[in-house]
């Protein structure tokens, strides 16, 4: 695995300074929900730094790393411009970082979208993504609470109340 130096120097290039704050948010959260729920600390921290790397990016410079990967997307997907850039985001990290980690891949790029029978890292970064120091919506509290007891419980919640609202709006980060 490359080292968090190169991740951390391509995110100073690559993200505005409020997604880059975010992005060391969801690796520290991530990392502290590993440990609490037995999964790879480290693995953990690598891939909610690399989360959102495509983020800022344009969204057709996003399709483009998308078509380079052999993942086969449906016409819905190419509807929502806001769900591109996870899968975006586990292709360039695959190519230009070298990331081969299945686990890390997966929960990159199924952060926003989430899937059916997700792993435990992929529900670690979903969950973190939502619950990161930096984060202040209503329902924040609850669903900090929810991933200290139950992944399973907090990505329910998330699934069921901020997915309509990415849909709608297309404003979940
Ligand atoms: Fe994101
Ligand atoms: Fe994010």
């Known amino acids: 695995m490359e080292s968090i130096k190169r991740v951390e120097a391509l995110l100073e290039q690559?993200?505005?300074?409020?997604?880059?704050q975010?992005?060391?948010g969801v690796a520290k959260e991530a990392a502290r929900l590993a440990v609490l729920h037995k999964?790879?600390?480290?693995?953990a921290y690598y891939a909610?730094?690399?989360h959102d790397i495509c983020k800022n990016m344009p969204s057709e410079e996003q399709l483009q790393w998308i078509k380079r990967s052999a993942i086969i997307l449906d016409d819905a997907f190419y509807c929502q411009p806001p769900i591109w850039h996870g899968f975006a985001a586990a292709q360039f990290i695959f190519e230009k970082l070298g990331v081969e980690d299945e686990e890390i891949l997966g929960a990159v790029r199924y952060h926003t979208t989430g899937r059916?029978?997700?792993s435990l890292l992929e529900k670690i970064i979903f969950t973190a993504d939502l619950t990161e120091a930096n984060r202040d919506y209503p329902d924040v509290q609850t669903v900090r609470t929810l991933a200290e007891q139950s992944l399973d419980q907090a990505v329910f919640y998330i699934l069921r109340y901020t997915f309509g609202k990415?849909?709608?709006?297309?404003?979940?980060?």
């Not at 690559?14 to 880059?20: C, E, G, S, T, V």
């Not at 999964?39 to 693995?43: H, I, L, N, S």
Request: with cysteine; net charge neutral; charged share 35%.
């Open 22 to 24: 975010h992005s060391y």
């Open 48 to 50: 909610g730094l690399c």
């Open 116 to 118: 059916a029978d997700m």
């Open 14 to 20: 690559m993200l505005k300074p409020d997604r880059l």
């Open 39 to 43: 999964a790879d600390e480290q693995k």
């Open 166 to 173: 990415l849909l709608v709006n297309g404003d979940r980060k």
